[in-house]
């Protein structure tokens, strides 16, 4: 009996110590994969340090082809006077039948440069509301941030905040104290600038503004940082659905009106006064039989009069808001040399027929 007894506290000890030994090798598995994930992460930081020079260079020529390709898009005849998105630089398919394709085996995608590629996506940002035009809009302003998920209080304290940050003194709209009290009271602080805004993200800087009001529904926060990435501003500004961040309705630069060709339905049902009935009604008359945007069979309108086509019953409400070709692109260039990667967004305005000028070029 005592030889039992003896056998099955070996047994048990020997359970124990199994159950160490696995929880020690987990452990240092672990810590070995965290370990192989930094020294990756390094890595790659390193070598994107090293090759900072050749990689803006990439950059730089990503925007440089954009230039060439909207200045050949002037080209194609029958899509002359009008942006939309089946064209070859929205990335769709282009003048597939037409013999004027100045486009035929060209690529946005891995376009091979020197010893490194690129691969460049063009928007338009007349697709959305221009902020510095629309914030004193009251309407649509209170429509906009109900949508970005803003309830009644958040929605009073930002209009006001967002005018007081633009307009040019330093009163407060409520004419209680100065606009900068709030500002200076942060950890870091700083002052209302009392300027137009010349980047949307400066909306995060405004009184009220909160990360998932400006991100939209599909921003996250986590132990490890925030779930949205300020590289993917541009490809966020999609919305499908009524509820959509700042980000995905304004642009800061932009000529004031929206291109009916481009415009996401969010930003067509904030101009057709929250109407997402007829924002829909657009969106499948300029999309075609197939109700796709950006496909070969593609209806949009070739000139400001043929707007009404698209509008329908509501071309008498803002029909004067839209146009059909577009003046202020944003150009986000991914540069790649060997396991070197970088991202850069360049925005710029056409100011000729040949001619584009950069308002703004950096690293995302």
Known sequence: ?????????????????????????????????????????????????????????????????????????????????????????????????????????????????????????????????????????????????????????????????????????????????????????????????NGPIDDVRELLLVRGVTPSIFWGPSFQSTALGTGSDPAAVVPKRDSKGSSAGLVEVFAALSTGRVNINTAPPAVLSLLLGGDESLAEQVIRIRAGQDGIDGTEDDQPARSVGETARLLGPAAAMGQDRFVTQSMTFEILTTARLGPAKRRFSCLMRRVGARDFQVLVFRPE
């Not at 070598?47 to 909207?70: F, Q």
């Not at 029958?78 to 013999?99: D, K, V």
């Not at 330093?170 to 602080?189: Q, V």
């Open 1 to 193: 009996m005592k030889a039992v007894r003896s056998q099955n506290r070996i047994r048990g000890r020997g359970g124990v110590a199994l159950v160490i030994v696995l929880l020690t090798l987990f452990t240092l598995g672990g810590m070995a994969a965290v370990f192989a994930y930094s020294m990756k992460v390094e890595t790659r930081l390193a070598m994107n340090t090293s090759n900072a020079g050749e990689l803006e260079w990439l950059g730089r020529s990503g925007v440089e082809y954009a230039k060439w390709i909207l200045m050949q898009q002037d080209r194609v005849t029958s899509e002359r006077g009008f942006h939309a998105l089946n064209q070859f630089w929205a990335g769709g398919p282009g003048p597939l039948e037409s013999a004027d394709n100045p486009f035929e085996g060209l690529s946005l995608v891995d376009v091979p440069l020197g010893s490194g590629q690129i691969s460049i996506q063009i928007r338009d940002t007349e697709r959305l509301l221009n902020i510095n035009r629309e914030a004193r809009n009251p309407l649509l302003m209170d429509l906009a941030l109900a949508r970005a998920g803003a309830d009644a209080t958040d929605t009073a304290i930002i209009s006001g905040a967002l005018v007081d940050w633009m307009d040019r003194d330093e009163f407060a709209l409520a004419g209680n104290g100065a606009e900068s009290e709030h500002y200076l009271s942060l950890d870091p602080p700083y002052r209302a600038k």
